[in-house]
Structure formats: structure tokens, C-alpha cells
């Protein structure tokens, strides 16, 4: 060891300013690694808004910053600083793997010495890595302590404070002690023994007694019991105190009524939810102390600080600062009992107290602890108990500022502040194939290419071309209404002949919403029926026939009430569709081959031709929404022809002009357009003043004379399914990353970053330290207001996902220079369409981009 440990009249000093400190803790649930996690998350965004985007910020960390101490002033006036770190992993992570985890609890307390710690403190299992922080010691260039003096101090005042309140003798009562001979359980026994107290020693299985008894002097041994099995315990033992490490070691059940636990174990030996179903027992957090008033930590508003239930391994590394000491205090498995003793005196004498307690962070009264000596005297159980006494900003040009400030002005403020949070408010100036380059002359790729407008690519020189042939020919537009549209009707010849099967008609309209709402009213006008059938996850566009067919709750609300007839199953579920048709009257039903943005959901096996034989079967209109998934993102021309499914109605927009104009088409057969339109009465009924114009369908010739050939699908199907495989395997490593989906060129990337109960763990862990009872104002809080509460929770801490997605499509763009997005109905999908002329280069660069965002968020695995 470096360094001998100082004697407590020897302590070695510090001379000159107050003394800093660092200590590493460690998240003791997987809930509260969560909350860290949530807490790194708004940290790192907080930054973000108020300084800029910066690599390094969002790079990965060894330790995550959670709390700075700027200045402690104890009940002495003596003064110290300090900060805390957290490792982000749990006990039972660093059980996998000690050696890797010793690795980076040195490496953490190296940083805080260069951070300017004289001191640091080692919380939890980090103190027990590495022979009991032994080895930690040796290598850290300052003193390290475990706290766990401190720690076994607080528990052993607190079992002595238990039985004075109950008014009982120590030394008539025996006490198991579960985690022996760790360090913290090894010096309460050796403390309690000395008090006279017989114990019930809980070890490790498999362990020699002779080894188990070296620990203690041979004038105990023949005052403790050995077994390696707590159970052998629970009959007789009604005083417990647990300080395992691996905790969930007593069965809260088996206990004996009138048991007291002093739970010291983080995580706990006693799970909350077992012992919440157990009135007649008690559970006390042990190894906690609480600052009094006469204490100062940091700048306190209204009272509000962190000061009550502090795990003393953290005050012990804090008090040894106000003290001046810079020693290895608590290291090693043997704790010297006068030590302990010391520490507590004089961590009481600085304003820290072992008391009140509570349990599961809820303060606990004497007057409720004495009530459970009827459990240990019988003979008193009539008699009343008398109450015990007691960022940088990117400079940018002034077109850019200009730009954005009219968009914020005369467009969408809320979408201005949305596209400034993630660093996505690029003004573009010029396009070419996958690349966009803005005002700055960055190039980027363009993974997102319009929402799947861009299947040719940004301006496709054959599209150009025949537009620019279109207008400087001065060519007719808008006659469509006065005379035979020529290549409209081109166009729509076109169409029927590459899509095959029953089409003979085509309406031609100015988007893909406009095209679904066309298909509507065309199943309802010519079929008997007026229900139309559409599947959960949906998306068909935001008019408000469109709307009523898609199947996102949140994009429906605003626009209540929808248009009536609209049913709503299961994507890829046969037998409820069948339910579905054959008890209702269905006029269609409406369906997209692979779900586009409502995460890129491609369906089971033989899906579609099932869909299209049940509609047969029940005489339903099957529309297909080919929107997106047309114009060959998929590697075929329609998604569909991969089980060579005919719709009766189909949908095409986005790409079908290659991106240069606005155009949706709506297809059907003879049959279907003439039982709805085919009267003199009718044959206007459904029309567009500029859907059918001449010049959107020159685009659209065009687009079509571009996938002639089949190379640019063939090329997208097989560079789609590469990147796809490619990525599979970059990302296998981040459990954050739940799926890599999709078929051709129409992927996605489905996160799994879990943040359930961390903000319940937050809650409740600020509910215990923070002065005052807070469990018990939520307990009287009103059940609206609860349950308010709890929703809020829950629904915030699904935005924390959605917020840790939302970083990879800000650092994709500003670390990589590459532009993805979210899809429509979640925010948990990053959705990858880029144009399908992408090189294999070019997704080659994208996988090494998105493996290197992974390991930058890669603090938190999950």
C-alpha cells in the first residue's frame, strides 16, 4: 500500500485551503442507473441548449458528473468542497466482469485526483472491487477511503437506537449479521460482541468455520453461531442486520413477527415489495446519516439541499475533508472498531447524525418503533408503552439567419425551436443526388431524401432534363379540364401497363393524402358500404379522410370528431381482420405493405396474400397504400410484388415525379371508376384543379423511364439489404438498439434505451434526502392529482427515450454530416430512406458513422 493508515490522534493534515474531495458511487438498481442515465441525458441537453453542440459533450464518459459540493460548512464552521461521480453500472454489472470494473473505478479515481481531489471515496461495490479497495488505493495518486466506518457506525447506532427506543437490553437479544465477514458486517459484530451481544453469524456457503472464526478474538467465539444458510435463523432471530453485497438475501415472508431488519446492503437485502405486504415487521435503512440544521451544503434555496439519508460511505469521505485529513481511513476488509467509533464521534460533532431513521427513505417515528416491543415481551402485551424520549454557436451566414427567422415568423415557431433543439436547422442551398450542401458549403448525406420523394436522388438529370424540355417547348399545363391533357394521359397509360393486373383508370391528384382521400370516396361510392377497415400504426395522411384511417391516436385527437365508419385492426393479423369483415358491413379495406411511419413494420410471411384472399372471400375493396413504399424503395416497383398481390385501389405519390413536382395517383379498374363515377351525374363528382397537369406528369414519365431497366431497384435491394445486415452487426454490441428493420431501401433503426421508473426513482430518492416528509404529503395528495402525476411520469419517461433517439439524429448530422430522422408515429425510430442511386461506399459510411454515435452514447448500455 502507498501509503500507511494514519492512527486517529495521527491524522495527516492538509495545510492551507479547504480540502476537496471526490467520491464514486454507483447506481443500486437498475431503476436508479435509469434515473443517472435520465440525469446525464437532461445534463448533457441542458449544456447543449445553453452552450451549443459539441462533440465532446456528447462523447462517452468512465464516470458521469451528478453532483458538485461547491462548499460544505459543517456544525463546527469547518469547510470543504467536493463532487460525485457515478459509474454506471450496477453490482451485479461489475460482479460479470471485476477486472474490467477495478479498471475503471481506478481510472475514475485518477480523473478526480486530476479534477483536484486530495481525497476520494469509494461508494458501494466499488469499494469492494479490487480486495476491498486495497488495490484501488495502490494505484490512485491520492488517498482513497470506502466509507464504510462511517457506514458500519450508522448502522450499529441505529440498531442501538432501535432497542433503547423499545426499551430492551442489547445483551438479552441475540442479532444476525448477513453478510459475514465482509468488511462493514465483520466490524458491526466485533462492535456488538464487545457490547456483550450474542450473534448469529449468515456467511457465504461453502466457507471453513475455522477460516469464518480467525476474524474475531478467541474470547467471542463461543458467542456466535456460523451458518451459511440465513434460514437457519429465522425461527428464533427477530434482530437482523444485513450488509451483503449482492443483496435479496432475506425472504421478507419467513421472517418472525416483530423482526427488525437494519438494512445496509445497497442493493437492499430486503426487497420493498415483499416487506410493504408485512405490517408486523420492520425494515430501517442502515448506513445512513442525516446533516443537521447547523450544516450548509451548497447555496440552499427554501431549505431545499440534499442532506437527510446520506449513505455514510459518502459522509465519511466528506468528513475526513472538513477535517483536513487526506488518510486511507476505511480500506481493506478489517475496520478497526476504535476507528469506527471515531468516525462516528466525529462525524457527529460536524453536524451528522445517524437518526431519524426511516425506512425505504420514509422517516420512521420512535413512537412506531417502540410499538413493536409487544413482539419481544410477552409478558407486557396488555400494558400501555410509554413513548420514548428523544453552446457554442456555429457561425453562420446571413442568409441562414434571415431564412430562419422568416420560417420562425411566418411558418411554424414551435418547428423552428423543435429543428434548433437538435441542431437540424440547416438552410440547404444546393441538391445533387444523395448529397445536399448548405449556405457553409457542407455536403451532407440525406438519409431522409423528402420523407421517400427522393428515390432518383436530389434533382435527377433526367427529370430536370424533361421538365426543362417541357418549359422552354412552352408547353400547355393546366388544360386538363378544356382539352385531352397529352402526357397526363401518357401517364396514366403508363401506369395501368407497369402496375398490371385490372387498372384501367387513374386520377391524378397533388399528394399522397390527397390520393388516399381519392381512394376513399371512390370505395364508398362504389361499393354498397361505407366502413372502412384500417390497421393500428397506421399513417395515410393528415386530411381528414386520411386522418380517419390512420391509426395514431396522438395525430387524430386535434381533429375530432372524424369521419364515422372507420375500424381499426391489428397489423398482420389475418384472424382479426377476418372477425373484422365478417361482421360488418366493410366497403375496403386500407393497408400498407410494410408500415412506413409507423416504424417501418414489415409483415408476416404471406400477410398480404392472405389479406388479399379474404377480401375476395368477403367482396371488400383492398386498397393499398403505396405511397412510400412504391417507385421501387423496396427493390420492386411495388412492395405488393413481392407476393404478387393486385390491390383493387391503388396509391402512388412521393417519388413518382422524382421529387421535382407535387402529384399523387389514385388507380382502380374500369369496373370499380364506373360504378362510382359512371353517370352524367357523376363523372365530376371527385376533381382537382391542379391534379392532372401536364408538367407533373412529364416528371412522372420520366421518373417511370428511369426504373425501366430494373438496374436502380435491383441496385437498392441489394445495397439496402447489405447495409441493413451491415448495421445488424455494427450495433450487435448496444442493447439500446432494439432493431434494425425494413426491406431494400426502406429501413429503419428501432431504439430499446429503457427509462422506466427513473423518474420514480428520482422521486423517491429526493423524497428521502431532502428535509422534511415527502412520502408522506404524496400520500395525502389527492387521487386525481396522484394519478396525474404517475401518467406524467410515465409518459416523461417515455420522452427520455424518445430525447436519447433524437441524439443520435443531432450527432449523425453534426459529428458525421449525415441528416436522418424520426418517423411520424414514433420517436423512438430513426427511419433510413435514403434515395435509391446510395452507393455501397456511401452506406458503408453511414454504418462506421452510426457505430461511432453508438460508442459515444455509450455511458449507459441500457
Same mark, same amino acid.
Given at each position: 500500500?502507498?501509503?500507511a493508515m494514519a492512527a486517529p490522534g495521527a491524522p495527516m493534515r492538509k495545510k492551507g485551503s479547504e480540502m476537496r474531495f471526490g467520491f464514486i458511487a454507483h447506481p443500486t438498481s437498475v431503476p436508479l442507473k435509469r434515473y443517472v442515465k435520465m440525469l446525464d441525458l437532461v445534463q448533457r441537453n441542458s449544456e447543449d441548449f445553453q452552450s451549443g453542440y459539441s462533440r465532446e459533450l456528447w462523447s462517452h464518459n468512465n464516470l458521469v458528473p451528478f453532483m458538485n459540493f461547491?462548499?460544505?460548512?459543517?456544525?463546527?464552521?469547518?469547510? #470543504?468542497?467536493?463532487?460525485?461521480?457515478?459509474?454506471?453500472?450496477?453490482?451485479?454489472?461489475? +460482479?460479470?466482469?471485476?477486472?474490467?470494473?477495478l479498471i475503471r473505478v481506478v481510472e475514475g479515481a485518477r480523473s478526480l485526483a486530476a479534477d483536484g481531489a486530495d481525497l476520494v471515496g469509494l461508494g458501494g461495490f466499488t469499494s469492494i472491487v479490487g480486495r476491498h479497495g486495497i488495490e484501488v488505493a495502490n494505484a490512485s495518486p491520492v488517498p482513497v477511503t470506502s466509507g464504510n466506518s462511517l457506514t458500519a457506525y450508522a448502522a450499529y447506532r441505529a440498531l442501538a437506537q432501535v432497542m433503547e427506543w423499545m426499551r430492551?437490553?442489547?445483551?438479552?437479544?441475540?442479532?444476525?449479521?448477513?453478510?459475514?465477514?465482509?468488511?462493514?458486517?465483520?466490524?458491526?459484530?466485533?462492535?456488538?460482541?464487545?457490547?456483550? !451481544?450474542?450473534?448469529?453469524?449468515?456467511?457465504?456457503?461453502?466457507?471453513?468455520?475455522?477460516?469464518?472464526?480467525?476474524?474475531?478474538?478467541?474470547?467471542?467465539?463461543?458467542?456466535?453461531?456460523?451458518?451459511?444458510?440465513?434460514?437457519?435463523?429465522?425461527?428464533?432471530?427477530?434482530?437482523?442486520?444485513?450488509?451483503?453485497?449482492?443483496?435479496?438475501?432475506?425472504?421478507?415472508?419467513?421472517?418472525?413477527?416483530?423482526?427488525? !431488519?437494519?438494512?445496509?446492503?445497497?442493493?437492499?437485502?430486503?426487497?420493498?415489495?415483499?416487506?410493504?405486504?408485512?405490517?408486523?415487521?420492520?425494515?430501517?435503512?442502515?448506513?445512513?446519516?442525516?446533516?443537521?440544521?447547523?450544516?450548509?451544503?451548497?447555496?440552499?434555496?427554501?431549505?431545499?439541499?440534499?442532506?437527510?439519508?446520506?449513505?455514510?460511505?459518502?459522509?465519511?469521505?466528506?468528513?475526513?475533508?472538513?477535517?483536513?485529513?487526506?488518510?486511507?481511513?476505511?480500506?481493506?476488509?478489517?475496520?478497526?472498531?476504535?476507528?469506527?467509533?471515531?468516525?462516528?464521534e466525529i462525524a457527529e460533532r460536524h453536524g451528522f447524525m445517524p437518526d431519524p431513521l426511516a425506512s425505504y427513505g420514509r422517516r420512521i417515528s420512535p413512537t412506531h418503533v417502540a410499538s413493536f416491543r409487544r413482539y419481544h415481551c410477552r409478558h407486557q402485551a396488555g400494558r400501555d408503552e410509554a413513548a420514548p424520549q428523544t453552446p457554442s454557436v456555429q457561425r453562420r451566414s446571413q442568409d441562414h439567419y434571415d431564412t430562419a427567422q422568416r420560417f420562425r415568423r411566418h411558418?411554424?415557431?414551435?418547428?423552428?425551436?423543435?429543428?434548433?433543439?437538435?441542431?437540424?436547422?440547416?438552410?440547404?442551398?444546393?441538391?445533387?443526388?444523395? !448529397?445536399?450542401?448548405?449556405?457553409?458549403?457542407?455536403?451532407?448525406?440525406?438519409?431522409?431524401?423528402?420523407?421517400?420523394?427522393?428515390?432518383?436522388?436530389?434533382?435527377?438529370?433526367?427529370?430536370?432534363?424533361?421538365?426543362?424540355?417541357?418549359?422552354?417547348?412552352?408547353?400547355?399545363? &393546366?388544360?386538363?379540364?378544356?382539352?385531352?391533357?397529352?402526357?397526363?394521359?401518357?401517364?396514366?397509360?403508363?401506369?395501368?401497363?407497369?402496375?398490371?393486373?385490372?387498372?384501367?383508370?387513374?386520377?391524378?391528384?397533388?399528394?399522397?393524402?390527397?390520393?388516399?382521400?381519392?381512394?376513399?370516396?371512390?370505395?364508398?361510392?362504389?361499393?354498397?358500404?361505407?366502413?372502412?377497415?384500417? !390497421?393500428?400504426?397506421?399513417?395515410?395522411?393528415?386530411?381528414?379522410?386520411?386522418?380517419?384511417?390512420?391509426?395514431?391516436?396522438?395525430?387524430?385527437?386535434?381533429?375530432?370528431?372524424?369521419?364515422?365508419?372507420?375500424?381499426?385492426?391489428?397489423?398482420?393479423?389475418?384472424?382479426?381482420?377476418?372477425?373484422?369483415? #365478417?361482421?360488418?358491413?366493410?366497403?375496403?379495406?386500407?393497408?400498407?405493405?410494410?408500415?412506413?411511419?409507423?416504424?417501418?413494420?414489415?409483415?408476416?410471411?404471406?400477410?398480404?396474400?392472405?389479406?388479399?384472399?379474404?377480401?375476395?372471400?368477403?367482396?371488400?375493396?383492398?386498397?393499398?397504400?403505396?405511397?412510400?413504399?412504391?417507385?421501387?424503395?423496396?427493390?420492386?416497383?411495388? #412492395?405488393?410484388?413481392?407476393?404478387?398481390?393486385?390491390?383493387?385501389?391503388?396509391?402512388?405519390?412521393?417519388?413518382?415525379?422524382?421529387?421535382?413536382?407535387?402529384?399523387?395517383?389514385?388507380?382502380?379498374?374500369?369496373?370499380?371508376?364506373?360504378?362510382?363515377?359512371?353517370?352524367?351525374?357523376?363523372?365530376?363528382?371527385?376533381?382537382?384543379?391542379?391534379?392532372?397537369?401536364?408538367?407533373?406528369?412529364?416528371?412522372?414519365?420520366?421518373?417511370?423511364?428511369?426504373?425501366?431497366?430494373?438496374?436502380?431497384?435491383?441496385?437498392? &435491394?441489394?445495397?439496402?439489404?447489405?447495409?441493413?445486415?451491415?448495421?445488424?452487426?455494427?450495433?450487435?454490441?448496444?442493447? &439500446?438498439?432494439?432493431?434494425?428493420?425494413?426491406?431494400?431501401?426502406?429501413?429503419?433503426?428501432?431504439?430499446?434505451?429503457?427509462?422506466?421508473?427513473?423518474?420514480?426513482?428520482?422521486?423517491?430518492? &429526493?423524497?428521502?434526502? +431532502?428535509?422534511?416528509?415527502?412520502?408522506?404529503?404524496?400520500?395525502?395528495?389527492?387521487?386525481?392529482?396522484?394519478?396525474?402525476? +404517475?401518467?406524467?411520469?410515465?409518459?416523461?419517461?417515455?420522452?427520455?427515450?424518445?430525447?436519447?433517439?433524437?441524439?443520435?439524429?443531432?450527432? +449523425?448530422?453534426?459529428?458525421?454530416?449525415?441528416?436522418?430522422?424520426?418517423?411520424?408515429?414514433?420517436?423512438?425510430?430513426?427511419?433510413?430512406?435514403?434515395?435509391?442511386?446510395?452507393?455501397?461506399?456511401?452506406?458503408?459510411?453511414?454504418?462506421?458513422?452510426?457505430?461511432?454515435?453508438?460508442?459515444?452514447?455509450?455511458?449507459?448500455?441500457?
Amino acid at each position: 500500500m502507498r501509503a500507511a493508515m494514519a492512527a486517529p490522534g495521527a491524522p495527516m493534515r492538509k495545510k492551507g485551503s479547504e480540502m476537496r474531495f471526490g467520491f464514486i458511487a454507483h447506481p443500486t438498481s437498475v431503476p436508479l442507473k435509469r434515473y443517472v442515465k435520465m440525469l446525464d441525458l437532461v445534463q448533457r441537453n441542458s449544456e447543449d441548449f445553453q452552450s451549443g453542440y459539441s462533440r465532446e459533450l456528447w462523447s462517452h464518459n468512465n464516470l458521469v458528473p451528478f453532483m458538485n459540493f461547491d462548499r460544505i460548512v459543517s456544525a463546527t464552521g469547518a469547510e #470543504a468542497s467536493g463532487h460525485l461521480r457515478y459509474l454506471p453500472l450496477t453490482a451485479q454489472e461489475m +460482479l460479470r466482469d471485476p477486472k474490467a470494473s477495478l479498471i475503471r473505478v481506478v481510472e475514475g479515481a485518477r480523473s478526480l485526483a486530476a479534477d483536484g481531489a486530495d481525497l476520494v471515496g469509494l461508494g458501494g461495490f466499488t469499494s469492494i472491487v479490487g480486495r476491498h479497495g486495497i488495490e484501488v488505493a495502490n494505484a490512485s495518486p491520492v488517498p482513497v477511503t470506502s466509507g464504510n466506518s462511517l457506514t458500519a457506525y450508522a448502522a450499529y447506532r441505529a440498531l442501538a437506537q432501535v432497542m433503547e427506543w423499545m426499551r430492551l437490553r442489547p445483551a438479552d437479544h441475540r442479532v444476525a449479521i448477513i453478510g459475514y465477514p465482509g468488511s462493514i458486517a465483520l466490524a458491526i459484530a466485533r462492535l456488538l460482541l464487545e457490547d456483550g !451481544v450474542e450473534l448469529d453469524l449468515v456467511h457465504r456457503p461453502g466457507a471453513k468455520a475455522e477460516d469464518l472464526l480467525e476474524h474475531l478474538p478467541e474470547r467471542w467465539r463461543n458467542k456466535v453461531r456460523l451458518s451459511g444458510e440465513i434460514a437457519s435463523f429465522y425461527a428464533e432471530t427477530r434482530f437482523f442486520v444485513a450488509a451483503t453485497s449482492a443483496g435479496g438475501v432475506i425472504d421478507a415472508h419467513r421472517l418472525q413477527p416483530g423482526s427488525i !431488519v437494519i438494512d445496509v446492503a445497497l442493493p437492499r437485502d430486503v426487497e420493498e415489495s415483499a416487506a410493504a405486504k408485512r405490517e408486523d415487521i420492520l425494515i430501517i435503512d442502515g448506513g445512513c446519516v442525516t446533516a443537521s440544521d447547523q450544516v450548509r451544503i451548497g447555496g440552499e434555496s427554501l431549505n431545499l439541499t440534499i442532506k437527510q439519508q446520506l449513505n455514510a460511505c459518502l459522509a465519511e469521505t466528506l468528513i475526513l475533508a472538513l477535517e483536513q485529513r487526506a488518510e486511507i481511513y476505511s480500506i481493506g476488509r478489517i475496520l478497526e472498531t476504535d476507528k469506527v467509533l471515531a468516525i462516528g464521534e466525529i462525524a457527529e460533532r460536524h453536524g451528522f447524525m445517524p437518526d431519524p431513521l426511516a425506512s425505504y427513505g420514509r422517516r420512521i417515528s420512535p413512537t412506531h418503533v417502540a410499538s413493536f416491543r409487544r413482539y419481544h415481551c410477552r409478558h407486557q402485551a396488555g400494558r400501555d408503552e410509554a413513548a420514548p424520549q428523544t453552446p457554442s454557436v456555429q457561425r453562420r451566414s446571413q442568409d441562414h439567419y434571415d431564412t430562419a427567422q422568416r420560417f420562425r415568423r411566418h411558418i411554424n415557431p414551435y418547428l423552428a425551436d423543435f429543428l434548433q433543439n437538435l441542431h437540424c436547422d440547416h438552410v440547404f442551398a444546393k441538391a445533387q443526388g444523395v !448529397v445536399l450542401t448548405d449556405t457553409q458549403g457542407q455536403e451532407y448525406l440525406d438519409f431522409v431524401a423528402g420523407y421517400g420523394c427522393l428515390n432518383l436522388g436530389h434533382n435527377p438529370p433526367a427529370v430536370v432534363s424533361a421538365l426543362q424540355r417541357f418549359l422552354a417547348e412552352e408547353q400547355p399545363n &393546366f388544360v386538363q379540364y378544356v382539352s385531352f391533357p397529352k402526357q397526363t394521359a401518357l401517364l396514366a397509360e403508363r401506369l395501368c401497363t407497369r402496375v398490371g393486373g385490372a387498372m384501367e383508370r387513374v386520377f391524378f391528384s397533388n399528394s399522397g393524402t390527397e390520393a388516399i382521400e381519392a381512394a376513399l370516396k371512390l370505395a364508398r361510392a362504389s361499393s354498397p358500404h361505407h366502413q372502412i377497415v384500417h !390497421v393500428e400504426n397506421s399513417y395515410h395522411g393528415k386530411t381528414l379522410g386520411a386522418l380517419s384511417v390512420t391509426g395514431r391516436e396522438k395525430h387524430q385527437r386535434p381533429f375530432r370528431p372524424l369521419l364515422p365508419g372507420a375500424l381499426a385492426v391489428p397489423f398482420g393479423d389475418l384472424a382479426a381482420l377476418e372477425h373484422c369483415f #365478417a361482421t360488418d358491413a366493410i366497403a375496403a379495406f386500407i393497408v400498407e405493405p410494410i408500415l412506413g411511419e409507423g416504424g417501418v413494420h414489415v409483415p408476416p410471411e404471406g400477410y398480404l396474400r392472405g389479406v388479399r384472399a379474404l377480401c375476395d372471400r368477403y367482396g371488400v375493396l383492398l386498397i393499398l397504400d403505396e405511397v412510400q413504399t412504391g417507385m421501387g424503395r423496396t427493390g420492386r416497383f411495388l #412492395a405488393s410484388q413481392w407476393d404478387d398481390v393486385h390491390a383493387d385501389i391503388l396509391c402512388l405519390s412521393k417519388s413518382l415525379s422524382g421529387g421535382l413536382m407535387p402529384i399523387g395517383a389514385t388507380l382502380c379498374s374500369a369496373n370499380i371508376w364506373d360504378r362510382a363515377y359512371g353517370s352524367s351525374d357523376r363523372f365530376l363528382a371527385h376533381s382537382s384543379t391542379f391534379g392532372g397537369g401536364n408538367m407533373a406528369a412529364t416528371a412522372g414519365l420520366a421518373a417511370l423511364d428511369a426504373l425501366v431497366d430494373g438496374q436502380i431497384m435491383d441496385q437498392a &435491394f441489394t445495397v439496402g439489404e447489405n447495409l441493413r445486415l451491415r448495421l445488424q452487426e455494427a450495433t450487435a454490441e448496444f442493447p &439500446f438498439i432494439g432493431e434494425i428493420r425494413g426491406k431494400g431501401m426502406m429501413l429503419a433503426v428501432a431504439f430499446a434505451a429503457d427509462f422506466s421508473g427513473a423518474v420514480s426513482a428520482g422521486a423517491h430518492e &429526493f423524497a428521502t434526502r +431532502l428535509p422534511g416528509d415527502w412520502h408522506m404529503t404524496w400520500r395525502f395528495l389527492p387521487d386525481q392529482v396522484r394519478d396525474n402525476l +404517475l401518467e406524467a411520469m410515465r409518459r416523461f419517461e417515455g420522452s427520455l427515450g424518445e430525447m436519447f433517439c433524437m441524439r443520435f439524429v443531432t450527432k +449523425l448530422a453534426q459529428d458525421h454530416n449525415i441528416l436522418t430522422f424520426l418517423t411520424a408515429n414514433s420517436n423512438t425510430v430513426i427511419r433510413l430512406q435514403p434515395p435509391l442511386t446510395l452507393t455501397q461506399a456511401q452506406a458503408d459510411r453511414f454504418v462506421e458513422a452510426f457505430r461511432a454515435v453508438c460508442v459515444d452514447m455509450s455511458t449507459f448500455l441500457n
